[in-house]
């Protein structure tokens, strides 16, 4: 199994560059990975589902108007994920919540629909998508010397943040050694198209992923150490990012306002609705 040439870690981190003149009007990295940070906190930290409701619309708009995500890539991604569990959530916590006092909507058999049951179900999903959906937008819209920038900034250190920045090439890098694992074994005469034959070659497939992975982030931990990335100051970065006192000003008052809203909900001064008041019946 061939592996990657040595000096491809740092092609994929200065590989974006060339589309400097699209990033010129974004945030600079740094106060994206903040605000993706307080987004999450905002989902899981506050009870009410207007929060990831909030967050997933808010999201839905900057995919619409970004420049670098497409509205069809991420909708799929996120639909893919979300649709199901959906499905799951309404089946086992909608129609069969085990509470014996409940709010009846709908009975059928063994089958109810309750208010308590369907309000688990809505603001367990709202949080998954939002997740699902603050994620994709971020992974579909960053590339590896955007995210190995924005964690420079925030003072990773450089070892740290370029492993964590090579792992975004590192998942074309697992379909293209899959694709040729299947090939390699398909032109033995394994039977490729079957999933049987698949799931029986899954282990080997699973135990050569894992082998060129290593190898991969070893030299291009490599390539880190010769190229002198991690002697350079946290405020060096691969490309030409907008950035001034406003978005640095922005990038500390976020996670305040963030913790201190969270604060505010566990001290009882934020009176957030519920799913199950909004539902109605509780």
């Given at each position: 199994m061939s592996s990657?040439?040595?000096?491809?870690?740092?092609?994929?981190?200065?590989?974006?560059?060339?589309?400097?003149?699209r990033t010129s009007s974004r945030l600079h990295p740094a106060t994206e990975l903040?605000?993706?940070?307080?987004?999450?906190?905002?989902?899981?930290?506050?009870?009410?589902?207007?929060?990831?409701?909030?967050?997933?619309?808010?999201?839905?708009?900057?995919?619409?108007?970004?420049?670098?995500?497409?509205?069809?890539?991420?909708?799929?991604?996120?639909?893919?994920?979300?649709?199901?569990?959906?499905?799951?959530?309404?089946?086992?916590?909608?129609?069969?919540?085990?509470?014996?006092?409940?709010?009846?909507l709908w009975e059928a058999g063994p089958a109810r629909l309750s208010v308590e049951g369907l309000s688990i179900a809505v603001q367990i999903w709202l949080r998954v998508s939002a997740l699902i959906?603050?994620?994709?937008?971020?992974?579909?819209?960053?590339d590896s010397a955007r995210l190995f920038d924005g964690l420079r900034r925030l003072r990773l250190?450089?070892?740290?943040?370029?492993?964590?920045?090579?792992?975004?090439?590192l998942i074309p890098l697992i379909g293209a050694r899959t694709r040729e694992i299947i090939d390699a074994r398909k032109a033995r005469g394994w039977a490729t198209d079957r999933w049987t034959v698949r799931?029986?070659?899954?282990?080997?497939?699973?135990?050569?992923?894992?082998?060129?992975?290593?190898?991969?982030?070893?030299?291009?931990?490599d390539v880190l150490e010769q190229s002198g990335l991690n002697m350079g100051?946290?405020?060096?970065?691969?490309?030409?990012?907008?950035?001034g006192t406003g978005q640095r000003v922005l990038r500390?008052?976020?996670?305040?306002?963030?913790l201190g809203l969270i604060a505010a909900s566990v001290?009882?001064?934020?009176?957030?609705?519920?799913?199950?008041h909004l539902i109605g019946g509780a």
């Open positions: 990657a040439s040595p000096d491809s870690g740092l092609r994929d981190l200065e590989a974006s560059t060339v589309e400097a003149d903040v605000i993706l940070a307080c987004g999450l906190l905002l989902i899981f930290g506050l009870p009410s589902p207007i929060v990831p409701a909030a967050v997933l619309t808010g999201t839905i708009v900057t995919v619409v108007n970004s420049r670098t995500v497409r509205l069809r890539s991420w909708s799929l991604a996120v639909g893919i994920l979300c649709l199901p569990t959906l499905l799951v959530l309404i089946i086992v916590q909608g129609l069969f919540y085990p509470g014996v006092e409940v709010h009846v959906g603050l994620c994709a937008l971020f992974g579909l819209g960053a250190p450089a070892g740290l943040a370029y492993v964590c920045a090579s792992a975004i090439g799931m029986r070659l899954l282990p080997g497939i699973v135990v050569g992923l894992i082998t060129a992975i290593l190898i991969t982030v070893d030299q291009r931990h100051p946290t405020t060096a970065s691969l490309q030409d990012h907008r950035d500390i008052l976020t996670p305040l306002v963030t001290a009882g001064l934020l009176p957030l609705p519920e799913t199950s």
